[in-house]
């Protein structure tokens, strides 16, 4: 229902649109609707990058130079086809976004920000000085326009043109968005380390959101020189990357907002000329008050507007109306039988400097069992974690799951492999709904690729929904069902914790790796948490958990590992580990004669 | 049948009133940098010109009994705003010619927009060659110019460089942008014209305050004369690099080098070293006078008078132009300009200004050498400029 | 060769100096808050602007006059200084409480936006009130030429070093001897702590704007009369800045000074050996620099706790 209304409504703006060249021949307001399409197709990409993917980026402007160039270029001296130079034109600025990606993937803040202007500056100083090629200030002119039979494109055609890239764009950046691609980008802005361990690989989107940025701007670079036929390097300045950030910042980050932005940017910079004496404070006096008045941008304000005026309903007759088949575990490959050795380490070892938190360590995971890790603080439990999902390398030793090492692997990787996990310090999707949440989890099982997203192909819809019914199986597992639209974020402590763990179940692990899962629950929850990952267990999950709530070990686990200063002290059966002496003087101390008791059931230590 | 003969009279009567009042007004736009970059206070002072001859034209009975309005657009120096303002003046506000832009790179972003909508435009102060050349095989070419074309500055100084330097030993040193590389091109074919080859052309960042290391080498080179291009700023560096380095050899400059910002910042000695190319100052004639004081009550930091000057005798010239023809129609007032005779502006007296084959309304007849004395500038004379040949400026 | 090796280097050390100076401003606020003030270069050329005008008031001229060299003393350009220091400061706060304040904590990066909106509005006031020809400003200490083994040096050049060392050494000083600096670091390392501590750290907070715009406005008024004050001449001093800043490590004011005289020198070193590729042989410098060392030359990695 909802894509009809939208299919509607996109069919009806071009209907518009496209009358206007045909009620007006002013050259000049043909020329702005112009801009208006050129600058919504540079911020549509734009958005990708700085709104979903969290990249701001103040270089694009050098983007804008190579697809404006190669189209020159290609038509101007290389006598191309203008139709072929345009294409062209796109593909090199997306390969040119591959090279502003690679050092921009390994800073972030302000050092991301110098990156891209470096970027931007290098290419604007290349193009202006490098006059052989690219005739500075001169500049390029004999560059060839589109055709429409054979003619070059006049003011109303260019205009229809700029439509139909336009409508194209935000058809296929929407279906893009809507899906695992949008969810993946917002995932990697919000929480990489945790997007990393669910599956998503960050580096691969970090540069996919770089090149559909750098592609959509290549397109306007080349449609600017081909509709004037002419380009000089004045054209690439500092200014044009601040001006698309600027677009995409007004018009706020929903898939709307580039168009917005564009749209009064546009008219505003093409009337505030009448008034030169006043143009610039305009300019800038709009911007602080834009960002004042309206921090989630236009479109953030408008949606505020309308939610107000009662025009969106919110709710949403959801498919968890109706009832969910309970959560049926499909593990990636052949089931492992009970018993078998699911994750081994040799001689593990990981010293910062002085400090060695993992030494020496030898450790075996059994399928089908539920293993906990315990020791003091400080004992290097969440190190072990982090070296087993990848996130941190070891210094020396080996690792293997399911028979194949994953030393130096990547974490996403291991995450394909089948190992999950969750966080200590919560690493939710706090600005996404729960169940978005969880369909990042399901992220690598979605098969369709990027192309069928792009081009909104069944498969991909198909996905979704399935994706859709998976993940409230996953929330009803867990008895989060009715938060499922509820922003992650905003829910109690003690059912975000349930939701990490409803993500990390959706990666539908082998192996799931839980970090001090009872951090911060009063005894009830820690009551149900031991149901919890007895059903877990159930399902044919193998867990290792960090806790300190010695109740919630004893309970629930079938082998217990015992850390201290980085070894293994102890392991074994909980009841046998409890009375090792060894351990009782790791939590206790050997001086205190007295105390020598074994710790007992529902006493909590700290 | 009566009352609509009646009704039909009044409707037509009212129709042409209306038409007539509503075309009554004559608009020719305005459309160069006056905000966005150095080039700045060039177009400033062009737009003050510019106002100043509409005011003449209009207190004089307008052009053909009808009032001039001047529309001004401000380009920000970048040519994406420079193209949309000519197509907002040409489209939108309907002009009938357009005098402008101040940075040659903006002219040449929007060249074929006049050009294709025959609408002639006279050029008052950008001095990139290519622009009025650029359709000179058209039938008609749109674009004129009243200003120091670059090649023609260059024609004179090669001329005075090629006489004066002894072993005809001479160098380039030009700023980094079109300019300046535009002249180097120029200034190099002229030389060769002369069969001299420049012993160094070397480049500088206009913004640079050290151009020591580029002077060096042209010192090793062994260069006695050095034409430099460059604005006031980057050329008054210059100088103060060449006395850094203790290295004078004669040095010759551009126009823009008129500008009173060059002094100030050379100091008065050094100021009186550069021998520049000049056409008009504030104190050539009483009306060059005249104009300057008016440019100063809403410009009192004038550094630039040549291009309130060049920018008046462009409006006046597409006053004539019009006046001749009797029409605003573009392609008649294009072909009126060619054939111009007696319009008085404040440089000259312009008799046939532009044919058929040549806009360019001031070259290298109308410009002399001239230099700095204290806080104006003074014509520049030794036994080489007397000895002037009109055959030595070849360009 | 060698001569102009030296001339080059004192050039760029000169330069360097005021991208330290600039960069330190950026480090000073990044660090209490997180935020900078993009629009840092019209600060630069407010301050250089002010300068000129208290030098013309102060010699009886109207304030867009011109000056003569004899009008500049030492004295007279101490005071137009104290002017400058005192005028950007005041906009300082002005810009913290109108365009950072407002958008601290947000994610996104909206404080740029609103920053650099600032600074267009700064950039077009003094477009208005000064008018876009450039302004010369004398030295104070003449312009003859001195030598020094064979280089031509600006005495102004040498004023510039001397002064930008002193302040950067002065701030080095206080930040870490004095009371007052040990509170600025506990605001920077955690500001929810520091006031649990009775530390006033909105007062902290301010007084680094305030600091970061007065260095930004002594740069205008140092580089004034080697470079003339221009309205157009912020945005690339300021993108050097933050440059420096950036390779030198961002978060430690050692690594901004060290980053604005490596950057001066390299910039006027290749500009010796080709002026063209000075800039583009900076920034790729700088991009080369962040991909091995993301934290800049100086900077501490700051590992996030997993």
């Known amino acids: 229902m909802n894509q009809y209304k939208h299919l509607l409504g996109v069919v009806a703006f071009a209907a518009l649109v496209g009358l206007i060249p045909l009620v007006t021949d002013n050259g000049f307001y043909l020329k702005v609707l112009f801009l208006i399409g050129v600058n919504y197709l540079a911020a549509a990409g734009l958005n990708v990058l700085v709104g979903y993917a969290g990249q701001k980026s103040l270089g694009h402007a050098g983007l804008f130079a190579v697809g404006a160039y190669t189209a020159a270029l290609f038509t101007a001296k290389l006598g191309w086809n203008p139709w072929l130079a345009f294409a062209a034109a796109g593909a090199m600025a997306g390969l040119f976004g591959v090279v502003i990606a690679l050092p921009a993937l390994r800073v972030k803040g302000p050092a991301l920000a110098m990156v891209t202007i470096g970027f931007g500056v290098v290419v604007e100083k290349v193009v202006s000085e490098w006059q052989d090629v690219f005739a500075g200030q001169q500049g390029i002119y004999g560059v060839l326009p589109l055709t429409f039979g054979g003619e070059p494109l006049d003011a109303r055609q260019w205009v229809w043109v700029v439509l139909a890239l336009g409508i194209a764009a935000h058809l296929m950046l929407r279906f893009l968005l809507r899906g695992k691609y949008g969810r993946a980008f917002m995932a990697v802005n919000t929480a990489e380390v945790a997007a990393e361990s669910v599956g998503v690989s960050v580096y691969k989107y970090k540069v996919l959101a770089f090149v559909i940025s750098a592609v959509t701007c290549g397109f306007a670079g080349a449609l600017i020189t081909q509709q004037n036929q002419y380009i000089n390097s004045d054209f690439i300045t500092f200014n044009l990357s601040v001006f698309f950030l600027l677009i995409v910042l007004f018009g706020g980050r929903s898939v709307y907002g580039p168009l917005l932005g564009a749209v009064v940017l546009t008219l505003l910079d093409a009337f505030l000329a009448r008034w030169p004496g006043v143009q610039h404070f305009t300019y800038g006096a709009l911007l602080l008050f834009a960002l004042y008045a309206m921090p989630n941008g236009l479109s953030g304000a408008l949606t505020s507007l309308f939610r107000r005026l009662r025009w969106y309903d919110r709710r949403v007759p959801g498919p968890e109306r109706a009832p969910i088949a309970p959560w049926r575990l499909q593990v990636a490959g052949d089931a492992v039988p009970g018993g078998e050795v699911l994750l081994r380490t040799q001689g593990l070892y990981k010293a910062y400097g002085g400090v060695v938190p993992t030494n020496n360590l030898d450790i075996e995971i059994q399928s089908g069992h539920v293993h906990s890790l315990i020791g003091p603080n400080g004992a290097g439990k969440t190190t072990l974690l982090n070296i087993l999902s990848g996130i941190v390398p070891p210094s020396k030793g080996t690792m293997e799951f399911r028979g194949r090492s994953t030393v130096g692997q990547p974490v996403y990787r291991i995450c394909n492999m089948g190992l999950g996990r969750t966080f200590q310090n919560l690493k939710l999707f706090a600005d996404m709904s729960v169940i978005d949440n969880v369909k990042v989890g399901l992220h690598q099982h979605i098969r369709t690729g990027f192309w069928s997203y792009l081009l909104g192909l069944p498969a991909a819809a198909r996905d979704e929904a399935r994706a859709t019914a998976e993940s409230l199986q996953i929330l009803q597992f867990l008895g989060l069902q009715e938060h499922a639209r509820a922003l992650a974020g905003s829910l109690p402590y003690g059912l975000q914790r349930r939701v990490e763990l409803a993500r990390a179940l959706a990666t539908r692990p082998t192996l799931l790796l839980l970090d001090e899962p009872a951090a911060g629950l009063n005894p009830q929850e820690t009551g149900e948490l031991v149901e919890v990952i007895r059903s877990i267990r159930d399902l044919g999950i193998t867990i290792l958990l960090i806790e300190h709530h010695m109740d919630l070990v004893m309970a629930i686990s079938d082998h217990v590992i015992v850390l201290d200063y980085g070894e293994k002290i102890a392991e074994g059966a909980p009841l046998a580990v409890q009375s090792n002496p060894r351990v009782i003087a790791a939590y206790l101390g050997t001086d205190d004669e007295e105390e020598a008791a074994p710790m007992g059931l529902g006493e909590s230590h700290v | ?395 | 060769m060698a001569v102009s090796i030296l001339q080059a280097m004192f050039s760029g050390l000169a330069l360097g100096s005021i991208y330290a100076l600039v960069a330190l401003g950026f480090n000073i606020t990044h660090n209490t808050t997180k935020t900078f003030n993009f629009g840092q270069g019209e600060f630069l050329v407010a301050g250089a602007f002010i300068a000129v005008s208290t030098l013309l008031l102060l010699a009886g001229h109207d304030f867009k006059g011109t000056l003569q060299q004899a009008e500049v003393t030492l004295a007279r350009y101490g005071l137009s200084l104290i002017a400058t220091v005192v005028i950007m400061g005041l906009l300082g706060v002005v810009v913290y409480y109108a365009a950072i304040r407002p958008f601290i904590g947000q994610p996104g990066l909206a404080w740029v936006m609103s920053t650099i909106g600032f600074g267009i509005i700064i950039q077009n006031i003094a477009l208005a009130i000064w008018g876009p020809s450039p302004m010369v400003m004398p030295s104070p200490l003449g312009s003859e030429v001195l030598r020094i083994g064979g280089a031509g040096v600006l005495p102004q050049e040498i004023l510039v070093l001397c002064v930008s060392i002193a302040l950067m050494l002065c701030l080095d000083v206080v930040m870490r001897r004095t009371r007052l600096g040990k509170a600025v670091r506990a605001v920077a390392q955690s500001s929810t702590a520091a006031t649990l501590m009775g530390i006033n750290v909105t007062a902290i907070v301010v007084l680094a704007f305030v600091v970061s715009a007065s260095l930004a406005g002594i740069a205008g008024l140092l580089i004034a009369p080697i470079t003339t004050a221009s309205v157009f001449m912020g945005l690339t001093l300021a993108l050097k800045a933050f440059s420096s800043a950036i390779v030198g490590g961002l978060s430690n004011p050692r690594g901004c000074m060290l980053g604005g005289f490596l950057l001066g020198l390299i910039e006027a070193m290749v500009g010796l050996w080709h002026a063209e590729l000075r800039e583009i042989s900076i920034f790729l410098l700088i991009i080369f620099v962040l991909v091995l060392k993301p934290e800049g030359l100086l900077g501490q990695r700051v590992v996030e706790k997993v």
């Not at chain 2, 040449?108 to 009025?132: D, F, M, N, R």
């Not at chain 2, 520049?276 to 009192?300: C, H, I, Q, W, Y």
């Open chain 2, 1 to 395: 049948m009566n009352w609509f003969k009646g009704f039909a009279k009044t409707a037509i009567a009212a129709a042409v009133v209306s038409g007539t009042a509503y075309a009554q007004d004559i608009k020719i736009g305005y459309n160069a940098d006056m905000s966005g970059s150095g080039v700045a206070e060039l177009g400033i002072s062009g737009r003050w010109g510019f106002e100043a001859a509409i005011e003449d034209i209009n207190k004089a009975g307008g052009i053909l009994g009808r009032k001039v309005v001047g529309v001004i657009r401000d380009d920000l120096g970048t040519p994406p705003k420079s193209i949309q303002n000519m197509t907002e003046l040409i489209d939108n506000e309907k002009v009938s010619a357009v005098v402008g832009p101040a940075n040659s790179g903006n002219a040449l972003a929007w060249l074929h927009l006049p050009q294709q909508k025959k609408i002639p435009v006279v050029v008052p102060i950008a001095t990139g060659s290519e622009i009025t050349t650029r359709y000179a095989n058209d039938a008609q070419n749109y674009l004129f110019r009243i200003s120091m074309v670059d090649r023609e500055q260059s024609a004179l100084l090669a001329a005075y460089a090629v006489k004066h330097s002894a072993g005809k030993k001479i160098a380039v040193l030009a700023d980094s942008t079109g300019y300046g590389q535009g002249g180097t091109k120029d200034a190099t074919a002229i030389l060769e014209l002369h069969g001299v080859k420049p012993v160094a052309v070397e480049k500088f960042g206009p913004k640079d305050t050290d151009i020591t290391s580029q002077l060096s080498k042209i010192k090793a080179a062994g260069a006695d004369t050095v034409i430099v291009y460059g604005l006031a700023d980057g050329t008054a560096q210059v100088l103060r690099s060449m006395e850094k380095i203790n290295y004078l050899p004669t040095t010759l400059g551009a126009w823009g080098n008129l500008s009173s910002l060059f002094p100030k910042m050379t100091g008065a000695k050094l100021s009186e070293h550069l021998i520049m190319a000049a056409s008009t100052t504030e104190d050539t004639n009483a009306k060059t006078k005249a104009l300057g004081e008016r440019v100063r009550k809403n410009f009192p930091t004038l550094t630039t008078f040549p291009c309130a000057a060049q920018s008046y005798d462009s409006v006046m010239l597409i006053a004539a132009a019009m006046k001749q023809a009797n029409s605003t129609d573009g392609a008649k007032v294009a072909a009126a300009l060619e054939n111009l005779q007696g319009v008085e502006g404040v440089i000259k007296t312009y008799n046939k200004p532009f044919t058929k084959t040549m806009h360019e309304g001031l070259n290298v007849n109308d410009f002399y050498l001239a230099r700095w004395k204290g806080d104006t500038v003074v014509k520049f004379e030794d036994s080489v400029t007397k000895g002037f040949q009109p055959a030595d400026f070849k360009k």
